[in-house]
């Protein structure tokens, strides 16, 4: 069982910055493909940003590129979200999610996903505010 913990979440302004951090405890860090989701008030928990298991790989939603930036540190268990020059649409609970991933062909290395669905363990989610 993997237990995550989101952190770094809180108020800021248009135009600020945040960097959310996701420590995982439990597993195997380095099995498990992380990502990023989050869900405003009243939508769907949404894709964010996802990294595969050596960080060869990163993958964005198109809302976010070029201003977030996803990178785990495996000696750490913990992987981060830098968001930077950040907007009211922004304003979220954000999520990390793990999914484990067996093997460790190139493929499987370099896996990663948007769905929510192919994610096996969810942490409680961070608060990120952004005002106008």
């Known amino acids: 069982q993997v237990r995550l913990v989101e952190s770094g979440g809180g108020l800021v302004q248009t135009g600020g910055s945040l960097r959310l951090s996701c420590a995982a405890s439990g597993g195997t860090f380095s099995s498990y493909a992380m990502g990023w989701f989050r869900q405003a008030p009243g939508k769907s928990r949404e894709f964010v940003a996802a990294i595969s298991r050596t960080a060869a790989r990163t993958s964005y939603a198109d809302s976010v590129k070029g201003r977030f930036t996803i990178s785990r540190d495996n000696a750490k268990n913990t992987v981060y979200l830098q968001a930077n020059s950040l907007k009211p649409e922004d304003t979220a609970v954000y999520y990390c999610?793990?999914?484990?991933?067996?093997?460790?062909?190139?493929?499987?290395?370099?896996?990663?996903?948007?769905?929510?669905?192919?994610?096996?363990?969810w942490g409680q989610g961070t608060q990120v505010t952004v005002s106008s």
């Open positions: 999610a793990a999914d484990y991933i067996s093997g460790y062909s190139q493929q499987d290395l370099l896996r990663l996903s948007a769905l929510r669905s192919d994610y096996d363990y």
